[in-house]
């Protein structure tokens, strides 16, 4: 019996409009998605993996948001190019995360493949195992997330293309993208500070700190200021990056002069904090007040709801997706591409609790 090669919708609708480019049907660029997806009769999300897919072909070639595809008819038989993703996580946690799903299913979609090796936090954010790492794994080309500025310069310096997913490049020859948060952070501390709170804490890992404050937090620590709040270690404490070292961090700071307001700068240090709340009998918001600096899916089932920083993970995911395609067609792509990010108040931020 003969293998049956089943095609998935978008493939089916990339192999069809391949077939009309080539046979001239359009000649200089392609209808976009909505005309296309009416015209074929399926949704749009198959019709914008079909054309991401005739993207790494380099069939088509995009020209920014709005804009049509520009059509480049092969001088020879299309042979489409294809990288081995390696995607360096933080932890092993994250490869759960939604947007490294929607990645890893998106770098497929435009015909990559992607391998995890280990992780950051597994190789203890030290340089000489990530590059002992980086040599083992077969890879044309890294994903890096939530990296410490150390691990971002050593990659720098590689042949191997690198890209720098919510880490800070700054002046690097690295592109990379994430969100942009200082306004965020600012719009969070008149928000506590609006409902009485002076003891107010930021939780976020070590590398945000170390050697200097991001940008980010720096602005978290001028908007303090700005409040007049006497500014300390108190307010951005530095732990040890491991479990018990954040519970330890918790501990400490709940022992003498407890802070009204925590803003975690993870989801997975939120709901950490969160649990550590409960067990010991603080309500949130009656005794602490919380603010998560990222967005988490499951906020939207949390009730009361909570107060967070968001930003549109589609622009983030689809920078990463067009750096892969430029980079399989020999493409230098440095550009770095960063996301404004917003303040969403919510019920996790009450009014200072009295006594």
């Known amino acids: 019996m003969p293998f049956l090669n089943l095609l998935s919708p978008s493939e089916q609708v990339a192999g069809h409009l391949r077939n009309e480019i080539l046979r001239g049907r359009w000649s200089d660029t392609i209808p976009g998605v909505p005309t296309l997806a009416v ?14 897919r005739l993207e790494a072909e380099g069939l088509l070639v995009p020209q920014g948001a709005g804009r049509r595809r520009r059509i480049v008819l092969p001088t020879e038989g299309l042979t489409p190019p294809a990288l081995r993703v390696a995607i360096l996580l933080r932890e092993p946690v994250d490869r759960r995360l939604d947007y490294i799903v929607e990645i890893q299913h998106l770098l497929g979609e435009a015909g990559h493949s992607v391998v995890f090796p280990e992780t950051l936090v597994e190789l203890g954010m030290n340089v000489d195992r990530v590059a002992r790492s980086v040599e083992r794994t077969r890879a044309d080309a ?61 939780l976020a890992r070590p590398q945000r700190r170390l050697p200097k404050p991001g940008v980010s937090e720096q602005a978290f620590l001028d908007a303090l200021k700005a409040e007049e709040i006497r500014v300390g270690d108190y307010n951005f404490p530095l732990w040890e990056d491991t479990k018990a ?38 309500c949130v918001p009656g005794n602490v007040s919380l603010v998560c600096a990222d967005p988490d899916p499951i906020f939207v089932w949390s009730e009361p709801s909570v107060a967070h920083i968001r930003w549109d993970s589609r622009l983030i995911l689809r920078r990463v997706i067009h750096w892969a395609n430029n980079i399989s067609h020999g493409k230098e792509d440095l550009r770095k591409r960063f996301i404004r990010a917003e303040f969403v108040n919510g019920g996790t931020i009450g009014p200072v609790a009295e006594g």
Do not use: N
Request: proline share 5%; hydrophobic share 50%.
């Open 39 to 52: 015209e074929l009769g399926v949704d749009r999300k198959t019709v914008d993996a079909a054309l991401r």
């Open 142 to 202: 890294w994903i890096i997330v939530a990296a410490s500025m150390e691990v971002l310069k050593w990659f720098e310096t590689q042949p191997v293309p690198a890209f720098a997913l919510f880490g800070f490049v700054g002046d690097m020859r690295l592109p990379g993208t994430g969100p942009i948060k200082a306004s965020a952070y600012r719009d969070a501390v008149r928000a506590l500070v609006s409902r009485g709170h002076r003891r107010i804490v930021l």
């Open 245 to 282: 070292g954040y519970q330890r961090c918790l501990d400490s700071l709940f022992r003498v002069t407890p802070p009204t307001a925590l803003v975690c700068q993870e989801a997975v240090l939120f709901f950490a904090a969160q649990q550590y709340l409960s067990a010991r009998g603080l």
